[in-house]
């Protein structure tokens, strides 16, 4: 699959623009840095009206893998709930007593991030089963994935649905943290896409940003599972999740 950036960012199927990560990044660490731009790079304003003829809805992520067979949430537009810890299981706390906290299962609504910013910085800490260095024979849910990036968008007055995967590899080291919550409650039902012939549609005509004349650098990538886009529209605003033209099922989390 090949990517087209402009000055280093993703122009995707739909309204947002990636920032990080650029495919095939290696990734690990304490959490998943996703950098989105929804502005359209200043073309969109950050509060518009209900009646504007080009707007988001709602921006949804999940972390796919065909490889693994796993799907996690990272956000799906919905307030995350608290997940009760113990914060003595983190080896840098010094306590001597019992102490329990809480931490969020989920990043929040993508929109509603840094509300006066263009740019919208999510960070999904690692679950449990992605802990790990590479060196063990077992990898847990490590291995490749796909930065699964759902938009439901106005562009020209017609609603859409656009799903565009970008694809990483969790093969960094990732320490274990009291923060990290159990995959399970992140973890949706998985099913296997379709042929690639069923991916694509031309309900889309274009990207909304990539003007004429604008010099662009394809990266290619390697031919597999990993990354793609799907297009479609969408008949009316605030659907219901889901793997859009191929069939994939995504469960709602807790």
Not at 28 to 34: K, Q
Not at 153 to 168: A, K, M
């Amino acid at each position: 699959m090949n990517f087209t950036l402009v000055n280093g960012q993703i122009y995707t199927p739909g309204l947002a623009i990636v920032n990080a990560p650029q495919p095939y990044t290696p990734l690990g660490g304490d959490t998943l840095h996703i950098s989105l731009d929804v502005s359209g790079n200043g073309k969109l304003t950050l509060t518009p009206d209900d009646d504007e003829p080009t707007r988001f809805h709602e921006i949804t992520i999940f972390l796919t893998s065909s490889e693994m067979e796993r799907n996690f949430t990272v956000s799906n537009g919905t307030t995350p709930p608290q997940v009760s810890i113990d914060l003595d299981s983190n080896s840098d706390s010094d306590s001597s007593s019992n102490s329990n906290g809480s931490v969020t299962a989920y990043t929040g609504p993508i929109l509603s991030l840094e509300p006066d910013s263009t740019v919208k910085h999510v960070n999904w800490v690692w679950p449990d089963c992605f802990v790990g260095d590479g060196n063990s024979d077992d990898q847990g849910a490590r291995g490749n994935y796909n930065i699964s990036l759902h938009q439901s968008f106005r562009w020209n007055s017609t609603d859409y649905y656009t799903v565009f995967d970008l694809p990483i590899s969790v093969s960094n080291g990732i320490d274990e943290d009291a923060e990290r919550v159990e995959c399970g409650l992140l973890e949706n039902e998985y099913r296997p896409a379709l042929s690639a012939e069923s991916d694509q549609s031309d309900d889309l005509p274009g990207q909304p940003f990539m003007g004429e004349g604008v010099e662009t650098t394809v990266l290619e990538g390697e031919e597999g599972e990993n990354g793609g886009s799907r297009l479609g529209l969408e008949s009316g605003v605030g659907k219901a999740l889901r793997w859009a033209t191929i069939g994939l099922v995504l469960g709602a989390v807790l």
